[in-house]
């Protein structure tokens, strides 16, 4: 069933202080359905990352309401708006963010370990989301050992191992060249086909349009366009009409 999980509404944020203090975000109005993966594009500076890191738990705004998977993060803690983010997010970073002297399947197992999730069943599920990515025979590889596009492989079993309904990815393929940047936008569009999951990528790369089913546009902090992408599922007449051959 598709249902929204992230939603921002009339959603603020102010950065810095006194005569530096510059207003990122406007109003935004934005929600990441189940069962798709939808691009947020926009120029440096027009306030993408700081919206991502708005929907991820990792900034609060300074107006406006998040919800993630329907719950309110208004008010919450940080310990609580934490264990939000560790139980519905998933972050793909343009960096990878691996842990050098972790393995493969340690870097992913870290995810469920931080959720206090130790026992051999967390092993076994980091070594189903490796497997999900293609890595089965690299487990045991060091990062170092690793190709760019096979670490960020690794990123996104771990951003998957917690089964998290909302997958955010801040320029997954910037550091890729366009081989390995498209096997890994195929690789989040196959996820993002799953109904459990919604996917939101962050990117400046014209390249990935064709994978997605939405593209948003943001400018001066401000949402100013949205459109289908080629990736978007056909409405029941158009599926019919294909059917039918006309």
Do not use: W
């Not at 990515?133 to 990062?143: D, E, I, N, S, T």
């Amino acid at each position: 069933m598709i249902r929204p999980v992230l939603e921002a509404r009339g959603v603020a944020k102010f950065l810095g202080e006194g005569a530096g203090k510059v207003q990122a975000l406007k109003g935004v109005n934005l929600t990441l359905q189940s069962g798709e993966l939808a691009l947020l594009m926009g120029p440096s500076g027009s306030g993408k990352t700081t919206l991502l890191s708005i929907l991820g738990c990792i900034l609060t705004p300074s107006d406006g309401v998040v919800r993630v998977s329907g719950q309110p993060t208004t008010d919450l803690r940080p310990e609580e708006l934490a264990k939000l983010r560790r139980e519905h997010i998933g972050f793909v970073f343009q960096s990878y963010h691996l842990f050098p002297t972790l393995t493969a399947l340690d870097n992913v197992r870290l995810a469920l370990d931080v959720r206090g999730e130790r026992s051999g069943k967390a092993v076994n599920r980091a070594r189903e989301a490796l497997v999900r990515v293609g890595l089965a025979p690299r487990m045991h590889a060091y990062p170092r050992e690793l190709s760019g596009g096979e670490q960020q492989r690794v990123a996104i079993a771990r951003a998957l191992v917690g089964d998290a309904a909302a997958i955010l990815a801040d320029e997954p393929t910037a550091a890729l060249d366009g081989e390995n940047g498209s096997s890994i936008m195929a690789m989040l569009s196959e996820i993002a086909k799953d109904p459990r999951h919604g996917v939101l990528v962050v990117t400046h790369d014209p390249r990935i349009l064709p994978f997605a089913s939405r593209i948003i546009r943001i400018e001066d902090g401000l949402i100013v366009g949205e459109e289908a992408g080629v990736g978007a599922a056909p409405t029941p007449v158009a599926k019919a009409r294909s059917v039918a051959g006309t």
